[in-house]
C-alpha cells in the first residue's frame, strides 16, 4: 500500500510540475504577442516603479558631472585652487592643479567600484530596497562634507574634506547604476524591457542637464554659493528617494529565488493590472530558475567567468567599456572648462553645454525607439562607427587655431552628443541585463559597473594632464585618442555582439547553451 501511495504522490508531483511548465510557456507566449502600446496601457503601475528606480539614476548623471564641471566655475577655482601661468594664454589665471583634478574625479570613481561590488553582494542577499536605503544616506553625509568644504573668510577650500566628500557620494552612483536596470530588466513587460532599460541613459542625462542649469544659474555668484548650490541639490533627490522607499516592491525574481512565492505574488498583484497572470508570471520564473538550479548555488563572480558565462559576461562589460572609451568622460565632463579653454566666453560656454545636454536628452528618447526598431546589435554596430567618424573629426578640428574652427568642433560635439544617446548610451543597458545569465545578473551588471570605474579611472587620470592649459593642452586633439579606440572596438561589436531583441530570459540562456555565434541569433529559430 505505501508503495502505491508513493507512485500515487509522484505522479501527483509530475502532474504539478506539467501544469507549472504549461503556465509558464503559456505566459511566454502571450508576452510575446504583446504589443508595446497595449504593455504600456496595462502596466501602468510596473512602470511606474521602473521611473522611481531610474530617478535614483538622475542623481548619478547629477554628481558624476558635478566633479568635472564645477572646474568651469571660475570662484571654485579662486577658493580652491592656484594662480599659475597658464602657456596658452600667456598670461597667470586661478586653475586647479593637474593631480587634485584627477583626486577628485578618482573620489567618485572609488566611490562607484566600492558601492559596484557591494550592490552585487547585498542586493542578491538581502534585496535592492536595503541597498537604496543604505546609498540615500551617503548620499546625505558626502553631501553635507562637499558643502563644508568650502572657503570661508580667511580659509580657502579644503580639497581633502570635498575629495572625502565625493568619495561618499560616488558609492549611490555604483549601487544605483547596477540595481536600476536589473529591475527595470526584470518587471517590464517584454515589449517594453529595451526601452525600459535604456531609459537608465536618459535618466543620467536628464541628471546632467539639471546640473548644467543649476551651474549655468548660479556660477555668476560672487560667493562660495556659485559652486555650493550644486552640491545642495543633491540633498533633494535623497529626501524624495527616502521618502518614497518605504513603498518600494521588491521584484517577483527576487523573492522566488529567495522561496518567498506568496510575498512574490502579492508583490506581482501590486505591480500589474488584476487581469494579470500572476501564477504565469511566478511559474516563468520558476521555471528559469529550476533550470539553472544548480548555477542559483554557486553563484558568485568567479562563476561569471566559466563556460558559455564568460562570452556572456565579456559582452556586458565590453559594452560599458565602449561607452567609456567613446569620449564621454572628455566630451560631457571638460565640455564647458574645453570651450572656455578653446576662446568662449563663460557665458557662451555654459550656454553651448546645456543646450547640448538637452540634444542628449532628445538623442536618448530617439535610442528608445532604435532599440525595438534595429535591434540592439546594429544600433550598437552603426552607432559606435559614427561616433568614431565624428571624434576623428573632432581631431582635426582641433589642429586649426581659429574661431571658427571651435564652433565646428561644437557643431560635431552635437553630432556626437546626439549618436552617442540614441546608440550605444541607450542600447548598453538592454545588453547587459539581457546577455547575463538570470543567475548572474546581478554579479554581471557589478562586473560592467566595475569596467566603468577601472576605465573611468584611467581615464580620469589622463584627461586633466591632457586637457589642462598648465599641461599637454590638447584641445580637440584628444578626439584622435578616443576616435581610434573606438574605431577597433567596432570590430568586437560586429564579431561578438548577438540580437536578443524579443527574446525571453530563456531564449537567450538557450542560444547561449547551444553554442550559437553571438551573430548569428537573430536568423536562428529555436523550435519546442
Known sequence: MAGLKDIGMGKGRESEITQEQEQGKVFEMLSHGEGW???????????????????SCIMWGYDGLASSIVLAVLKFREDYGVYAYVKDKKEYDWVIPAIWQLALGAGSLIGLLLGGIGAGFIAKKHGRQLCMALSYVFTIIGVFLQWFSAASTGHPGNLPMLFGGKVLTGIPLGVFITIAPTYCSEIAPLPLRGATTAAVNWSIVLGQCLAYVVIRQTQGLDNANAYRILFAVQWIFAAIGLGVLFFFPESPYFLVAKGRIEKAKSNARRL??????????????????????????????????????????LIAMSTFFIQSICGIGWIIGYMAYFLQLGGLGVGAAFTVTMILSFIMLIGNMVGWVFVERFGRRGTALYGSITLSVSLLAIGITGCFKSSNAIWVQVVFMAIWSFTYQSTIGSV???????????????????????????????SGVCLPFLVNPDQGNM?????????????????????YYPETKGRTFAEIDRLFEMGVRPRDFEKTRLDD
Open 37 to 55: 502600446w497595449h504593455a504600456v496601457k496595462t502596466n501602468p503601475k510596473a512602470l511606474l516603479w521602473c521611473s522611481y528606480s531610474l530617478f
Open 272 to 313: 500589474y493590472n488584476k487581469n494579470f497572470d500572476v501564477d504565469g508570471l511566478i511559474s516563468s520564473i520558476e521555471l528559469l530558475l529550476k533550470h539553472e538550479a544548480e548555477d542559483q548555488k554557486s553563484a558568485s563572480y568567479r562563476e561569471c567567468f566559466r563556460g558559455t558565462n564568460t562570452l556572456r559576461t
Open 428 to 458: 548598453a543597458w538592454p545588453i547587459v541585463t539581457e546577455v547575463s545569465k538570470s543567475t548572474l545578473r546581478g554579479h554581471t551588471q557589478s562586473l560592467a559597473t566595475i569596467t566603468t570605474g577601472i576605465v573611468g579611472a584611467v
Open 475 to 495: 584641445g580637440g586633439k584628444v578626439g584622435f585618442i578616443y576616435g581610434t579606440l573606438l574605431g577597433l572596438s567596432c570590430i568586437g561589436v560586429w564579431w
